[in-house]
């Protein structure tokens, strides 16, 4: 059993009616946003074509924006057009509220794309607010792992960040920081999982807006970031985006490919 997660259970049992109530009143006053439009799409003018697959819960659903184009998916589709000098078509296969376990048994095999050249998933924030276990989590990112390799053979698959709960401005500080502390340990079991996989990658940097701040030389307040007080705005998906990009390049996830 993991040891964290042992003992902030532990301190966390006598929070639980608190945490019912906060969560009840949060979900009563944040508004509930759509997903976006356009899950399966092409950007750039090459005549050769990069595929993407995203998957994943409601940041990769595009939860925020109203088209991909303006969310993560069309961000970083930009970044890989431009470097590879090919067009990108994206199929987006995420839903809203879904947990590893959900993305596996129902997402996956929805997946239309038979060809993508690179896969990304964005997981990681249901399943800390469902309060899965760090071995439930384990054993359903194995099974998400295995399958896709399975169905696309030697293709890279790159795990986003998890999610920055604690500096969700919609949340209380209960949830903020007994959730705050599940996330980060299912992060560093992700961490763990994806060195024993080859071709499997994940960014173990802890977004932080104030860091973030400083590396893009941002101005303004942590509102801008976000679209409801818990979903990425548009100017967040693109920073995210950038900034995934720069580790896909540090990681060479996508110089294996043929540039045309």
């Known amino acids: 059993m993991n040891l964290k997660y042992f003992l902030g259970s532990i301190v966390s049992i006598p929070l639980l009616p608190w945490m019912y109530y906060a969560g009840k009143r949060v979900r009563q006053e944040v508004p509930k946003l759509k997903e976006a439009e356009d899950n399966i799409a092409t950007i750039g003018p090459h005549s050769n074509t990069f595929n993407l697959l995203v998957l994943g819960e409601s940041t990769m659903a595009g939860v925020g924006v109203s088209s991909h184009k303006d969310g993560f998916t069309g961000s970083l589709a930009g970044h890989l ?19 590893a376990g ?41 099974s998400l792992i295995k399958q896709l390799q399975q169905k696309f053979e030697g293709i890279p698959i790159v795990f986003l960040n998890m999610p920055p709960i604690k500096e969700f401005p919609a949340l209380p500080w209960v949830i903020t920081s007994t959730v ?34 400083k590396r893009y030389k941002l101005k303004g307040s942590s509102g801008q970031f976000f679209s409801d007080g818990i979903h990425p705005s548009e100017y967040t998906y693109k920073l995210w985006a950038k900034d995934m990009w720069e580790f896909i390049k540090r990681k060479d996830c996508t110089e294996a490919l043929p540039s045309s």
Not at 112 to 138: C, E, Y
Not at 180 to 189: A, H, M, P, R, T
């Open 81 to 99: 057009s431009e470097h590879h000098q090919r067009s990108v078509t994206w199929e987006v296969v995420a839903r809203s509220g879904y947990t």
């Open 102 to 142: 959900l993305v596996s048994s129902r997402l996956v095999p929805k997946i239309k794309m038979t060809n993508p050249d690179l896969i990304v998933i964005g997981l990681g924030a249901n399943d800390a607010f469902t309060l899965n276990t760090p071995r439930q989590w384990s054993e359903n990112i194995i």
């Open 180 to 213: 705050g502390k599940l996330v980060n340990i299912l992060g560093e079991e992700l961490e763990k999982l994806s060195a024993h996989f080859d071709g499997v990658y994940y960014n173990s940097e802890k977004i932080n807006l104030e860091t973030w701040g």
